[in-house]
């Protein structure tokens, strides 16, 4: 059997810059994947008749330098500059986002728009102390008003629980430096034209971003072509059924299964996981303590239902967040409007309609022609697209697209990460849901990154477990590799002592 030096479980970002990386400095890599056909995880690109789709929306920007160099190493010639358009859809009424002043007053009306300001006087004369629930994170820093107007009714649609059961953490992680102020005073500049002399200073107020020109999926097919290029191998089709640390020979043994049933057996100094917590746990023998705390973590899936059909009007939006109750649609995605290549032609549109979800519930089990039918009328109810016009349609569905942050996930990775530092060396989580942490693409990479400099050195150099700490990174814009590095603390352990 031959032994690798690390064995990466998922290419996705994660996973596959890990590889890259380790490739890159020699190492003897193997990846495998659970799907058949795409790498790119939930970055990929899917495909349908002559149509591309994103699922979700992968902005390419980062303030990473190491990131942004890595993403035009992979893929130099293949970038497009694409401006960022956002809506909320309230009421029957479009509001830009991020808010301009102006329109977002005279849209809600004097009477609205005076009690959004005395509730947010109110909440910033008396803030709930210590917040713990998303709903009172928000509330602090906009009012209970404007919380129920353009958060509680999107955010409980993605997460499917009440606001009062989500952490502050997903709060304080996502907007953090974005205030009713910050929003008042960015919509001002954007409705004067005025331009800001440092950049914006949250993430929700960028205005452009990078884009493959063919989806995000061209990024990680690329990633993978060259990490086989430097001898790494990538297999397909794989899931973990079992992986056993051996601390006589110091080496990990796996066991992976293809869709038809067979077994195959790998050994490996290292392991990368990019799987969810909750599976990586499960599979590890013996069974760790922690399995219990593992099987608490939660995930909230969703699935994107594509319509096609002819472009009668322009629709310049990226996407739209949907802010109304009546229709259960929580986004809607524009993909002409982050690439022209993504559609086969000039005049069709293509717009992806995303539910979240739980696996197994009503809306995951409806048959395909059952969310199409829900899609089509919803889209006519909001009024982006007339459901005459609708030639085509097909539905994409992803598991495990969030891991959520409830009031006790916390503690649950806190327990977990104790026993695998104490009991499971040189094992290393990375990504979104290798991490249970609600990384953007860059986040990803960046742990990838990191945990292949680990690998490489020897010792741990870097504590992954830091990066996303502050929300803003990743989004303000790129800098230099040292300034990068410190607006993370993730500088080496030695030279940090």
Request: glycine share 8%; with cysteine; net charge neutral.
């Amino acid at each position: 059997m031959k032994k690798l030096d690390a064995l990466v479980i998922g290419a996705g970002p994660a996973g596959l810059t890990t590889a890259y990386s380790l490739a890159k400095a020699g190492k003897s890599v193997l990846v495998f994947e659970q799907d058949p056909e795409y790498v790119g995880g939930i970055s990929r690109t899917a495909h349908y008749k002559d149509y591309l789709f994103d699922i979700g929306g992968h902005r390419f920007f980062s303030k990473s330098k190491e990131v942004v160099d890595l993403w035009n190493e992979i893929l130099p010639d293949d970038f497009i500059e694409r401006p960022r358009l956002s809506r909320i859809y309230y009421r029957g009424k479009f509001f830009s986002y991020p808010l301009k002043a102006f329109e977002a007053l005279s849209k809600l009306g004097p009477f609205q728009s005076a009690l959004c300001l005395a509730s947010f006087a109110y909440a910033r004369a008396f803030p709930v102390k210590d917040p713990k629930t998303f709903h009172q994170w928000v509330r602090n820093q906009f009012g209970e008003r404007l919380f129920s107007i353009f958060f509680k009714t999107y955010t409980e649609k993605v997460w499917g629980m009440s606001c009062d059961e989500i952490s502050a953490d997903w709060a304080a992680q996502r907007i953090k430096g974005l205030s009713l102020g910050g929003a008042i005073v960015d919509g001002l500049r954007r409705s004067l034209g005025w331009r800001a002399a440092g950049g914006a200073s949250a993430k929700s107020l960028i205005e452009s971003f990078r884009y493959p020109r063919r989806g995000p999926g061209m990024m990680w097919e690329a990633c993978a072509r060259k990490v086989k290029e430097l001898g790494g191998e990538i297999v397909m089709d794989r899931k973990l059924r079992s992986l056993a640390y051996d601390k006589h020979n110091g080496l990990w043994s796996v066991a992976v299964e293809t869709s038809n049933g067979q077994v195959e057996h790998y050994e490996a100094a290292h392991v990368v996981s990019s799987a969810p917590v909750r599976e990586l746990i499960a599979a590890l023998k013996p069974t760790p303590l922690t399995l219990l705390h593992a099987r608490e973590l939660k995930y909230r899936d969703f699935l994107t239902v594509v319509l096609i059909g002819e472009s009668k009007s322009d629709l310049p939006d990226n996407w739209v967040y949907i802010h109304d109750p009546k229709v259960k649609v929580g986004r809607v995605q524009n993909f002409r409007s982050w690439s022209p290549e993504m559609l086969p032609d000039e005049t069709s549109i293509c717009l992806g309609l995303e539910y979240f979800c739980f696996e197994g519930d009503g809306l995951w089990n409806a048959s395909d022609e059952e969310l199409i039918a829900r899609a089509t009328r919803e889209i006519g109810e909001i009024g982006l697209m007339d459901p005459a016009d609708v030639r085509d349609a097909c539905v994409v569905r992803q598991k495990k697209a969030y891991p959520v942050y409830d009031d006790a996930y916390a503690d649950h990775i806190k327990e977990i990460r104790r026993e695998l530092k104490l009991s499971y060396p040189d094992l290393h989580l990375v990504g979104r849901n290798g991490m249970h942490k609600y990384n953007n693409q860059d986040h990803a990479m960046m742990t990838g990154m990191l945990t292949a400099a680990n690998i490489v050195a020897g010792e741990e150099l870097y504590d992954v477990w830091q990066v996303n700490e502050d929300a803003e990174y990743g989004e303000a814009g790129t800098s230099g590799a040292q300034e990068a590095l410190k607006s993370l603390r993730l500088v080496p352990k030695r030279a940090a002592a």
